[in-house]
């Protein structure tokens, strides 16, 4: 167990020089039939293994207390974890890694071009309801002086209909064009049809584990 690694996958669109980001998939030789904080207790070894595998070396790992929220929160290497009260984080510094978890919610990467900044969100149906979205994407914008063409945004797997009811991937899409994003990709991939690679909250009744997506910038942007 010790020496065992979670997949993860990456995504095209992020990947740009001075960024880096993943997407963990489900451990499949970890018993997370258990409630939320038992399952990521049980994870955190092997995530931890992962995190560094995935590129993310000897960096902190930024992370949100996930309320469902539409609140956002500007982070730096001193700022102490998890954050409360949020569910996006915004980052100027290299080398710091943000890290949100979800099983069935959306993993919103949010990545300025040029590397001058980004931001991770936690979207499911209460949170893209809220605008947390939106509201990520202009405190990124604000945060380094750039305009929604700057930006491009990645959508992780999420649970979609038929499996649920409201096709939030879609209304984050949507949120995205209305703040003026030109750049909005999707991978289009459903965690509850999808059990050998992803946890799904629904399909498992809320007793299953969580993915955890990444994003750091590497370096300083030029």
Do not use: W
Not at 103 to 110: E, H, P
Not at 143 to 157: F, G, V
Request: aromatic share 6%; charged share 20%.
């Amino acid at each position: 167990m010790a020496d065992t690694l979670c997949p993860f996958e990456t995504f095209p669109s992020l990947a740009l020089p001075n960024i880096r980001a993943a997407f963990i998939q489900r451990a499949t030789d970890v018993d997370v039939l258990a409630d939320r904080q038992v399952a990521l207790d049980r994870l955190k070894s092997i995530h931890l293994l992962t995190i560094e595998k995935a590129g993310f070396v000897d960096m902190p790992l930024a992370q949100a207390d996930q309320v469902h929220s539409a609140h956002v929160r500007i982070v730096t290497k001193g700022t102490p974890y998890p954050v409360p009260d949020c569910d996006a984080l915004v980052t100027t510094e290299a080398n710091l890694c943000l890290g949100i978890y979800v099983a069935d919610c959306a993993a919103v990467y949010l990545v300025d071009k040029h590397a001058r900044g980004i931001a991770l969100a936690h979207s499911g149906r209460k949170g893209t309801e809220l605008g947390i979205v939106t509201q990520t994407i202009e405190t990124l914008c604000k945060t380094i002086t750039a305009i929604p063409s700057d930006i491009i945004m990645q959508i992780s797997p999420c649970i979609r209909p038929p499996h649920y009811e409201i096709d939030f991937a879609a209304d984050i899409r949507d949120q995205a064009l209305a703040a003026g994003l030109t750049e909005i990709h999707d991978c289009g991939r459903c965690t509850a049809t999808n059990p050998d690679l992803y946890y799904s909250y629904r399909r498992e009744n809320g007793r299953t584990g969580r993915h955890l997506a990444l994003i750091a910038i590497t370096t300083p942007p030029l």
